[in-house]
């Protein structure tokens, strides 16, 4: 059986295998056989029990992914694994089964201050592996526990090093400096820390709606600031085209007539214009003559109509 830290906490002895249980039924159901069909004293059948136990106990297996860690007399001999290895009993001992996966351990750091004295809650999570499990044996104790206590340390140093602003916008930044202190620390076990990720970060409720009023200003800032850069623009073309205008008024009379065009294109429309304007472009003699052919027009449809 094992467990570890949260998920799986400390890896302990896997005291009997499938391999071993078969091993202790066979040798004792002989013997128990044996003694039961009489040739040999029942005191022989319990010596027996005991022989088949021991022998079942010298048998052990780590699975693919697992690192023995063999002690003799209480010393380190070794590693054993992956697959079937024998010990000695009560010489030998395996103290822990290692597992080298990558392994998932989440964590976080409550109420933390940030540089600018802003308390903050932050979620994370690092992705580690053992890559050398005599040091992670032999130079650290529960190192699955160690590495979380690492791991929050170093956030909360994080986060008091940086305003908020900094630790809000530059996750990736904070996420792999986090992961560089947590290598530092945890190499010398034989650890690696692979990945490290920010998954959420809490603000205080009443920053929170500080900072969405003050982003609405800053994006009604920005619409007024636009707003102003396109009415300026259209001023400097304005002053542009009254230069153009002022020096030829044959561009301007036909500019005139132009927006007379435009605007009598549209049925039912009404169309006002100042008496000084029409005189100027002299567009009221224009404007008669289109009124006139836009009755003749409406007349020769008439006459069409009654014809048929």
Request: charged share 25%; hydrophobic share 45%; glycine share 6%.
């Amino acid at each position: 059986m094992k467990t570890d830290w949260n998920d799986d906490q400390w890896e302990k002895v896997k005291w009997f295998n499938p391999f071993s249980i078969m091993v202790f039924i066979i040798f004792g159901s002989i013997f128990i056989a044996i003694g039961i069909l009489g040739y040999i004293d029942y005191i022989w059948v319990i010596a027996g029990g005991i022989i088949s136990l021991f022998l079942a106990s010298c048998i052990q297996v780590a699975d693919q992914w697992e690192k023995a860690v063999l002690l003799r007399l209480g010393k380190f001999i070794g590693l054993r694994g992956p697959g079937l290895f024998f010990i000695i009993p009560i010489i030998d001992r395996v103290d822990s089964f290692i597992d080298q996966r990558v392994r998932v351990t989440d964590f976080s750091a409550e109420q933390t201050l940030t540089k600018d004295t802003v308390p903050v809650n932050v979620d994370a999570v690092v992705y580690w592996t053992v890559w050398d499990a005599e040091k992670a044996a032999l130079e650290v104790r529960k190192y699955i526990k160690a590495v979380t206590y690492v791991a929050m340390t170093s956030l909360r140093d994080i986060i008091g090093k940086h305003e908020l602003a900094d630790i809000l916008k530059n996750r990736d930044k904070i996420a792999k400096e986090l992961q560089q202190i947590m290598d530092e620390h945890t190499n010398p076990w034989g650890i690696s820390c692979q990945t490290v990720g920010i998954k959420d970060i809490v603000i205080p409720t009443a920053l929170s709606d500080a900072m969405s009023k003050q982003a609405q200003a800053e994006r009604e800032r920005q619409a007024r600031i636009i707003l102003g850069t396109a009415e300026t623009e259209i001023a400097e073309k304005f002053a542009l085209a009254a230069e153009q205008y002022r020096d030829n008024p044959i561009a301007l009379q036909l500019r005139g007539m132009n927006m007379l065009f435009e605007g009598l294109k549209e049925k039912g429309s009404l169309i006002i214009v100042p008496s000084s304007a029409l005189e100027s472009m002299n567009l009221g003699t224009i404007g008669g003559l289109a009124a006139l052919s836009d009755q003749n027009t409406k007349t020769d449809k008439k006459e069409m109509a009654s014809e048929n």
